[in-house]
């Protein structure tokens, strides 16, 4: 049993399959050829989406066809960027986001709470999760996992003292500790007089840590963004969460990062 911090690993993300990246690379040169514009994966399946609903063009011809276009030239708005990120920014502010949803990010979240648990799955449209089980990874000392490891919330310090000027001049820490431990010593006997896993975790708290992946579309990041990012009343561990969520995502789409700023912006 340890106090444990959040880690978050982008594990995979929306790419071009083999096939359709080859065919914007076969060699001719009045063809697009995708690697002389500075373009992600993501762009050019948003592009595809979007152009897909306004085009006479066909899905798998828009990127060759209208990639020159959108992502050779400056963004005719006066914008940064080029003209695919003044169409991005045109279909976000027009709510037409349907069309981002094609593009998915799945995450490796580990060492977070059942509390924010609960809050996370919440979020269901374009949301999808596998959890560590309560049931099946089992929480004992003497067990695999070495008992149960746990998040404190950053308000839980050692300079606030809990009942100052009696016998029990306990900190914040104090207690909280103390009680990770009374209930990782209960979870313990339970056990060991016969109750099952599923059952004697009834009495783990919700600090105890929890594993799990979780893949989401960018329309749905967004929405989930909006709402649990700082500064807009979320609690401060979810409030992590989507920042480092948001990290991960601008990291291999930069492009997105406007719309997070965005969300920031208009709240």
């Known amino acids: 049993m340890a106090e444990t911090k959040m880690n978050v690993q982008l ?19 009045d063809v697009f050829h995708f690697d002389d514009y500075e373009a992600t994966d993501g762009q050019a399946v948003a592009l595809s989406a979007i152009r897909t609903c306004y085009s006479p063009n066909k899905p798998s011809e828009i990127v060759a066809k209208e990639g020159a276009k959108y992502f050779g030239n400056s963004a005719s708005d006066g914008g940064a960027g080029t003209d695919a990120d003044r169409l991005f920014r045109q279909i976000v502010a027009s709510k037409h986001t349907s069309t981002v949803e094609h593009l998915t990010f799945t ?84 056990r060991k007089a016969g109750v099952p896993a599923e059952d004697a975790r009834a009495v783990l708290p919700q600090a105890v840590a929890t594993n799990l992946v979780m893949t989401v579309n960018l329309r749905a990041l967004l929405d989930f963004y909006a709402k649990r990012r700082r500064g807009n009343g979320a609690q401060a561990e979810i409030a992590d969460l989507a920042e480092a969520l948001r990290r991960a995502v601008t990291e291999v789409e930069p492009w997105t990062a406007q719309f997070f700023e965005g969300v920031s912006a208009s709240a």
Do not use: C, N, W
């Open 11 to 29: 594990l995979a993300h929306t790419q071009l399959s083999d096939k359709f990246y080859r065919s914007l690379h076969h060699g001719t040169s």
């Open 107 to 190: 995450f490796a979240i580990e060492g977070v709470s059942r509390a924010l648990l609960a809050q996370l799955t919440r979020h269901r449209a374009g949301f999808s999760f596998s959890v560590q089980s309560q049931r099946y990874v089992r929480m004992g000392s003497g067990d695999r996992s070495g008992g149960f490891d746990y998040v404190v919330p950053e308000s839980v310090t050692g300079d606030k003292t809990a009942v100052e000027g009696t016998d029990y001049d306990l900190t914040a820490d104090d207690i909280f500790d103390d009680v990770m431990k009374h209930a990782q010593e209960s979870y313990d006997l339970l």
